[in-house]
T-cell receptor, first 114, second 115 residues
Framework: DTEVTQTPKHLVMGMTNKKSLKCEQH?????MYWYKQKAKKPPELMFV???????INESVPSRFSPECPNSSLLNLHLHALQPEDSALYLC????FGTGSYEQYFGPGTRLTVT | AQKITQTQPGMFVQEKEAVTLDCTYD???????LFWYKQPSSGEMIFLIY??????QNATEGRYSLNFQKARKSANLVISASQLGDSAMYFC????????????FGTGTRLKVLA
């Protein structure tokens, strides 16, 4: 099973709302990622978790707060977002190690901030 | 610094024909891997094919093959017998060989298959 699931598929939120994006994988991968993708652009890395610990934060604003409750789950908590944060948010996972491992992506959450 | 370059913003191909999507990369490391992903309009990034720098043969996966020319630092994706469902954005990527978990993506090529 090479599936990564993400919920919700679509989300519309106001600038004062608090919401969470969820991601789950059951491939035993110990590296998990959050990406932000604007239309017609490549994905931009936001966070990387390895063995449930945050290993990379690409200077993401604090209104985005990641969480990795266990080896299968990854959350992204959203608070006080701006309209420019509207984008496709992709979760991915991969094996952990020094080799080049393919990432498996979820279907994404299309976020609109009003 | 590592870099991936995709110079074709958009490509058209007739159904059932083959098409080559270009990717060049820049790295000073000897050990690295290159990936191609497909992203349909639905949004999901789908892993297609992988080529390791020490692999002696070009990678193939069904209708996808990778034309790997190490000396030229190019890793072009060849799609044979194009289908309408191949219409999508295609990204070339590599993992940052410095040991972090960053993956570097090219700017992508939008492929349109014509009936």
């Amino acid at each position: 099973d090479t599936e990564v699931t993400q919920t919700p598929k679509h989300l519309v939120m106001g600038m004062t709302n608090k919401k969470s994006l969820k991601c789950e994988q059951h491939m035993g991968h110990r590296a998990m990622y959050w990406y932000k993708q604007k239309a017609k652009k490549p994905p931009e890395l936001m966070f990387v978790y390895s063995y449930e610990k945050l290993s990379i934060n690409e200077s993401v604003p604090s209104r985005f707060s990641p969480e990795c409750p266990n080896s299968s789950l990854l959350n992204l908590h959203l608070h006080a977002l701006q309209p420019e944060d509207s984008a496709l948010y992709l979760c991915a996972s991969s094996q952990f190690g020094t080799g080049s491992y393919e990432q498996y992506f979820g279907p994404g959450t299309r976020l609109t901030v009003t | 610094a590592q870099k991936i370059t995709q110079t074709q913003p958009g490509m058209f191909v007739q159904e059932k024909e083959a098409v080559t999507l270009d990717c060049t990369y820049d790295t000073s490391d000897q050990s690295y891997g290159l990936f191609w992903y497909k992203q349909p309009s639905s949004g999901e990034m789908i892993f297609l094919i992988y080529q390791g720098s020490y692999d002696e043969q070009n990678a193939t996966e069904g209708r996808y093959s990778l034309n790997f020319q190490k000396a030229r630092k190019s890793a072009n994706l060849v799609i044979s017998a194009s289908q309408l469902g191949d219409s999508a954005m295609y990204f070339c990527a590599m993992r940052d060989p410095s040991g972090t978990y960053k993956y570097i993506f090219g700017t992508g090529t939008r492929l349109k298959v014509l009936a």
